[in-house]
């Protein structure tokens, strides 16, 4: 039985792995920046477009019970601030529809074929708590929350497979049951061969940061994130959050967002008990809180 602990050690995870995580994301333009706008006027770490739209999916299922594309697309622009770090195509995306223009509409004329970044996996853990059973309707829903913002299939592929794991280790299945999973559900060439690698590395010692970048990847595309983000919070499953979060760091590259995608999964495993005490160096940290507590009710509605 899925526990709130584990509910709000996947949402506070989420939170944290992006906000810590974010300072050392990019090159030194974007790390100079950050560490401009990193911090809230009392001094807690700022989240990312990660958090932001983390929250936004809670908020819009706890209002339908389900994946209302207009809502969430309503959601996700009314939340906009380029201060986040939006990725480009998601920010243009999104301020657009806040314009009055239609998701739909401008997917359909400029986004041809959809974005393949990594910002519907980086939400998708939330989709894992609206659905901790049904697998089908985890990976419909997925995918109705992936296609507002990444049409692409390997943007969507990517999404899934974070939904998927998380539900996993919500359900504390054993490391070689997810796997066996993910690859049943990968659908592209370079995740199944991501998927096989992370199955053989995990046999090994931690791999060094630069064999991690090589083989799996640390950049904004989906291919290049989502499993690495997989990798670090299988490997690290019993082990400490801040020394993960760590490894990831030294990773470089899309911090923040491989942060959020491995805490999120690493907190739906241990749950909140070593996380909550850090709560203060986090901003809304109470907030993130109670949406988890808000999506462990509605499973009783
Ligand atoms: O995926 P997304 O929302 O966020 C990506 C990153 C995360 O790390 C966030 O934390 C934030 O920092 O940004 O951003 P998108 O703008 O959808 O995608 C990111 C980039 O991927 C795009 O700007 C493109 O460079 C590339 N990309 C594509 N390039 C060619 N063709 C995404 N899709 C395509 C494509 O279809
Ligand atoms: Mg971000
Ligand atoms: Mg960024
Ligand atoms: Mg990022």
């Known amino acids: ?51 932001q739209m983390a929250i936004d999916l809670t908020k819009s299922f706890l209002h ?44 359909k004329k400029k986004f041809k074929g959809g974005s393949f970044g990594n910002g519907a996996a980086m939400r998708a853990p939330i989709l894992a708590l609206c659905f901790p059973q049904d697998t089908q309707r985890l990976l419909e829903s997925t995918i109705r929350s992936a296609e507002i913002t990444h049409a692409h299939p390997l943007g969507i592929e990517g999404a899934k497979l974070i939904a998927l794991v998380t539900q996993k280790a919500l359900a504390k299945s054993p490391n070689e049951t997810v796997l066996k999973e993910m690859l049943h559900l990968c659908e592209s060439e370079t995740f199944v061969d991501k998927t ?41 499953r019993d082990l400490d959050f801040d020394i993960m979060l760590g490894q990831i760091i030294k ?15 690493w907190g739906a495993f241990n749950g909140s008990a070593t996380l909550e005490p850090k709560i203060s160096k986090l901003e809304r940290g109470q907030d993130i809180i109670s949406y988890a507590e808000q999506l462990f009710q509605h499973q009783s509605l």
């Open 251 to 265: 990773l470089g590259g899309d911090t923040d967002t491989i942060g959020a995608m491995a805490g999120a999964i």
């Open 1 to 51: 039985m899925t526990s709130i602990e584990q509910y709000k050690g996947c949402f506070l995870g989420l939170a944290m792995g992006d906000a810590f995580a974010a300072p050392f994301e990019g090159g030194p333009i974007e790390r100079l920046l950050w560490r401009a706008i990193g911090h809230t006027s009392t001094g807690e770490r700022r989240f990312t477009d990660d958090t």
């Open 64 to 107: 339908n019970h389900r994946i209302d594309q207009d809502h969430l697309a309503q959601q996700f622009a009314q939340s906009y601030r380029w201060s986040r770090g939006y990725g480009p195509s998601t920010s243009n995306l999104l301020k657009r529809i806040k314009k009055g223009n239609c998701w739909r509409e401008i997917n």
């Open 196 to 236: 096989m690698y992370c199955q053989s590395a995990l046999r090994q010692a931690t791999l060094e940061p630069r064999t991690i970048r090589i083989h799996l990847g640390n950049g904004i595309a989906a291919t290049d994130s989502c499993v690495t983000a997989i990798y670090f919070a299988l490997k690290f």
